[in-house]
């Protein structure tokens, strides 16, 4: 992969998301940093410390909790122009509640989540974005906690392929399985049966 503009690159996300460019972004962009992830490579790992929200310029990743089994379950898929991070763990210290992992090869552009949250109060533009990405993960979370807890197998399924339909191209059946919570034995018979309809 190519290097990027970073100042190029950001200016055009903060344009996706109906934001422009402020200069209390400049020393942002000295803290940026440039990665490049392999397929399978973690960007973020459960139980360490991370402190960096990353913003996608491509790829696909997983976010996925990991049972005390061992059993991992995913949470989210991200790909171009999303941001994503622990931002959890970086808003309370605590380590990384879940891990990230990159599905292809994924190039991102990362910054710090504490200096963002030094800058809120006294920098509108910083507050627009952190409010912007407070409030996506939000919607996000909230749409698919109520798809899990209120849809069967079936209407999961539907509802994946209503709202994220790329995923069923991109990702894998065995974690699609996972991120509707079903197993691939039941994926399989759901997609059976709503092809044969």
């Known amino acids: 992969m190519s290097s990027i503009d970073i100042r190029q690159f950001f200016s055009a996300w903060l344009q996706a998301q109906s934001l422009s460019f402020d200069p ?4 942002w962009l000295e803290g940026m940093r440039e990665h490049h992830f392999e397929r399978e490579e973690h960007l973020v790992t ?4 991370s402190t960096r929200v990353f913003f996608l310029v491509s790829g696909l990743v997983r976010l996925y909790y990991t049972t005390p ?3 991992e379950r995913n949470k989210a898929f991200f790909g171009p122009l999303d941001a994503t991070g622990a931002v959890s763990a970086a808003m309370t210290g605590q380590p990384a509640p879940f891990s990230i992992e990159a599905l292809e090869p994924v190039q991102a552009v990362s910054v710090d989540f504490a200096s963002m949250l030094q800058q809120v109060q006294s920098h509108p533009a910083i507050n627009a974005l952190y409010i912007r990405l407070l409030s996506g993960a939000f919607i996000r979370n909230e749409q698919r906690e109520a798809m899990l807890l209120t849809c069967n197998a079936e209407e999961r399924y539907l509802w994946l392929a209503d709202n994220e339909p790329h995923l069923l191209e991109q990702v894998p059946q065995f974690h699609i399985a996972s991120y509707i919570g079903v197993d691939p034995v039941s994926l399989s018979r759901i997609k059976r049966k709503l092809s044969s309809d």
């Open 24 to 27: 209390a972004f400049e020393p």
């Open 46 to 49: 459960a139980g360490q410390d």
């Open 69 to 71: 089994e061992g059993k």
